[in-house]
């Protein structure tokens, strides 16, 4: 559990036009999973790296659980906070197991425990221990070599996740695999995710916190579907493709328009007829149902009883600007 | 045959006074190089002049750079010790540079973000990565010494060049022939056990798959 928040961040680069982070704020609460969104260079992995501290900050200042991470230790910082860097960065001359335990090894851990902690950690990655272990990453595919790096970010525990556009560098398939990994690691291991990336489907797809940087700054922070339905600037409209109707009815879920909406009038139909979809499911998948089916409308069931009844006019509402 | 039995002796002496005389120079040239390539590696402002005064060095016939040691140093071992040093000097610290400019800013971005202190990131990440690369250059740096080592007879250092320039005076190809080839062995055994300690250090890379 722990909770990041900055005050007035600021970065400047030597002969620097501009700074490469202006001054921003934002307090990221515990186990929450945040990505920074934007073009390359707008500050968003220089921001990421101001955490661990492996980028200085030049004002302002950075706390976790409220401690002023200027006054900690560096190195014992990093240790406790996972880190999961662009193009993978495994240790080519280190097996998946040694990669792995490369954190558990500098805190000192005993070797009975570190070779648990591996086995574990590459079964949570879906990677068999037994097989993987003494391999070398020269060895694995660019998904196998991500999860190891995933594994190895992984392996002392931290409460703090940094990803660092962890999946730019394989194909859509395992990219949308590692992506549904990660939400479900998020919401085991209860770590608050900091993640950055320049793909906004990827952004929408895993953001609780969706926070849009350009040149240095913060353009919009705010859900994915507050993003897609009101964004503040039309640099960010264009970026999310704002525009884009199917789009934002994919971020919000049936449970969270149904609990603002009236509750549907009971149905006069026999509920059989009526598709009964579940709370999570979102608006695009309940259009397409919709749309399979040639139902007017569908049950929204939350634990198993039906919650609401929604329709097309509802849907078409709910994303009408 | 008779006559290679009969100088069998002398060759070994030789063989050995050339051992010891580029073993010396080999060793000490590596201790001087290593600390400068890091260095270099690490300062630019103090590598660029360094590499340029080595390179200056490097460029001074070999004959020639004993020569001038010799008002300095007078005869002897330690001179031909001092010239090899500064010979090898260049290719040992360009190549501690570039081995250490070989591992990707990437390796040491995660090692440092994963929390290894310094010394860690060297010890654990770029020494295994930049060693085999380094030893490349330290092949070289052998091969040459051992070389160069032969013009060290001239200023009565020993070594197989003896043999070579006694050939020369008396006219004997058969001593010349035993220098020289005693020589070439050398470099090729002092390259053979360096290229195993480089592929020994290497990075397993086996085949791609699975």
Same mark, same amino acid.
């Given at each position: 559990?722990?909770?990041?928040?900055?005050?007035?961040?600021?970065?400047?680069? /030597? #002969?620097?036009?501009?700074?490469?982070?202006?001054?921003?704020?934002?307090?990221?609460?515990? @186990?929450?999973?945040?990505?920074? $969104?934007?073009?390359?260079?707008?500050?968003?992995? !220089?921001? &990421?790296?101001?955490?661990?501290?492996?980028? *200085?900050?030049?004002?302002?200042?950075?706390?976790?659980?409220?401690?002023?991470?200027?006054?900690?230790?560096?190195?014992?910082?990093?240790?406790?906070? =996972?880190?999961? +860097?662009?193009?993978?960065?495994?240790? *080519?001359?280190?097996?998946?197991?040694?990669?792995?335990?490369?954190? /558990?090894?500098?805190?000192?851990? %005993?070797?009975?425990?570190?070779?648990?902690?591996?086995?574990?950690?590459?079964?949570?990655?879906?990677?068999?221990?037994?097989?993987?272990?003494?391999?070398?990453?020269?060895?694995?595919?660019?998904?196998?070599?991500?999860?190891?790096?995933?594994?190895?970010?992984?392996?002392?525990?931290?409460?703090?996740?940094?990803?660092?556009?962890?999946?730019?560098?394989?194909?859509?398939?395992?990219?949308?695999?590692?992506?549904?990994?990660?939400?479900?690691?998020?919401?085991?291991?209860?770590?608050?995710?900091?993640?950055?990336?320049?793909?906004?489907?990827?952004? $929408?797809?895993?953001?609780?916190?969706?926070?849009?940087?350009?040149?240095?700054?913060?353009?919009? !922070?705010?859900? /994915?579907?507050?993003?897609?339905?009101?964004?503040? !600037?039309?640099?960010?409209?264009?970026?999310?493709?704002? %525009?884009?109707?199917?789009?934002?009815?994919?971020?919000?879920?049936?449970?969270?328009?149904?609990?603002?909406?009236?509750?549907?009038?009971?149905?006069?139909?026999?509920? #059989?007829?009526?598709?009964?979809?579940?709370? #999570?499911?979102?608006?695009?998948?309940? &259009? @397409?149902?919709? &749309?399979?089916?040639? @139902?007017?409308?569908?049950?929204?069931?939350?634990?198993?009883?039906?919650?609401?009844?929604?329709? $097309?006019?509802?849907?078409?509402?709910?994303?009408?600007? | 045959?008779?006559?290679?039995?009969?100088?069998?002796?002398?060759?070994? @002496?030789?063989?050995?006074?050339?051992?010891?005389?580029?073993?010396?120079?080999?060793?000490?040239?590596?201790?001087?190089?290593?600390?400068?390539?890091? &260095?270099?590696?690490?300062?630019?402002?103090?590598?660029?002049? $360094?590499?340029?005064?080595?390179?200056?060095?490097?460029?001074?016939?070999?004959?020639?750079?004993?020569?001038?040691?010799?008002?300095?140093?007078?005869?002897?071992?330690?001179?031909?010790?001092?010239?090899?040093?500064?010979?090898?000097?260049?290719?040992?610290?360009?190549?501690?540079?570039?081995? +250490?400019?070989?591992?990707?800013?990437?390796?040491? %971005?995660?090692?440092?973000?994963?929390?290894?202190?310094?010394?860690?990131?060297?010890?654990?990440?770029?020494?295994?990565?930049?060693?085999?690369?380094?030893?490349? =250059?330290?092949?070289?740096?052998?091969?040459?010494?051992?070389?160069?080592?032969?013009?060290?007879?001239?200023?009565?250092?020993? =070594?197989?060049?003896?043999?070579?320039?006694?050939?020369?005076?008396?006219?004997?190809?058969?001593?010349?022939?035993?220098?020289?080839?005693?020589?070439?062995?050398?470099?090729?055994?002092?390259?053979?056990?360096?290229?195993?300690?480089?592929?020994?250090?290497?990075?397993?890379? /086996?085949?791609?798959? =699975?």
């Amino acid at each position: 559990m722990a909770s990041i928040r900055f005050a007035g961040v600021r970065v400047a680069y /030597p #002969g620097a036009a501009r700074p490469a982070v202006d001054g921003v704020t934002l307090a990221i609460p515990s @186990a929450c999973l945040a990505v920074l $969104l934007g073009p390359s260079g707008c500050g968003k992995t !220089t921001l &990421l790296r101001t955490i661990n501290r492996l980028q *200085p900050i030049d004002g302002g200042r950075i706390e976790i659980d409220g401690r002023d991470t200027a006054g900690l230790d560096p190195i014992a910082l990093r240790r406790r906070i =996972g880190y999961v +860097i662009q193009a993978v960065g495994l240790f *080519p001359h280190l097996t998946v197991a040694q990669n792995v335990a490369v954190v /558990p090894n500098l805190l000192g851990w %005993d070797s009975q425990r570190v070779s648990e902690r591996v086995d574990t950690l590459l079964a949570q990655v879906s990677l068999d221990p037994q097989s993987f272990r003494d391999r070398y990453p020269s060895q694995l595919s660019g998904g196998q070599q991500q999860r190891v790096g995933i594994a190895r970010a992984l392996a002392a525990e931290p409460s703090i996740l940094l990803m660092d556009e962890p999946f730019g560098s394989v194909d859509a398939i395992v990219r949308a695999s590692l992506q549904k990994e990660t939400l479900a690691l998020q919401r085991r291991t209860g770590a608050t995710i900091l993640f950055v990336t320049h793909d906004v489907e990827e952004a $929408l797809s895993l953001a609780d916190m969706l926070v849009v940087m350009r040149d240095g700054h913060f353009e919009q !922070t705010g859900t /994915p579907a507050e993003i897609l339905t009101h964004p503040a !600037t039309p640099f960010v409209a264009e970026l999310v493709d704002a %525009d884009d109707a199917l789009r934002r009815l994919s971020v919000i879920t049936l449970g969270e328009l149904t609990a603002s909406a009236a509750r549907g009038t009971p149905l006069p139909e026999e509920p #059989g007829t009526i598709p009964a979809l579940d709370a #999570g499911v979102s608006l695009r998948a309940a &259009l @397409a149902v919709m &749309l399979e089916t040639g @139902a007017p409308r569908v049950r929204v069931m939350h634990d198993g009883r039906e919650a609401a009844v929604l329709d $097309l006019d509802t849907l078409r509402n709910a994303v009408r600007r | 045959m008779s006559w290679l039995t009969g100088h069998a002796g002398e060759i070994a @002496a030789r063989t050995l006074e050339h051992l010891l005389l580029c073993g010396t120079a080999f060793a000490i040239a590596l201790t001087i190089a290593l600390p400068l390539g890091l &260095l270099a590696a690490r300062r630019s402002r103090a590598g660029l002049p $360094l590499i340029a005064a080595l390179d200056a060095i490097y460029t001074i016939p070999s004959l020639a750079l004993f020569a001038l040691l010799i008002p300095v140093m007078g005869l002897g071992f330690w001179t031909a010790v001092t010239a090899l040093v500064a010979y090898a000097q260049i290719i040992l610290v360009r190549n501690v540079v570039a081995a +250490i400019q070989s591992v990707p800013s990437w390796m040491v %971005d995660a090692a440092r973000g994963l929390g290894m202190t310094p010394l860690q990131v060297f010890l654990r990440v770029e020494l295994p990565i930049a060693a085999p690369v380094a030893i490349a =250059g330290a092949r070289v740096a052998a091969v040459s010494i051992i070389a160069i080592a032969s013009v060290a007879a001239w200023i009565d250092a020993g =070594g197989l060049g003896t043999l070579i320039f006694a050939g020369i005076e008396r006219q004997d190809i058969r001593l010349i022939a035993a220098g020289t080839l005693g020589i070439a062995a050398l470099a090729l055994i002092a390259d053979g056990a360096l290229r195993v300690a480089e592929h020994a250090l290497r990075a397993p890379t /086996p085949p791609a798959g =699975g």
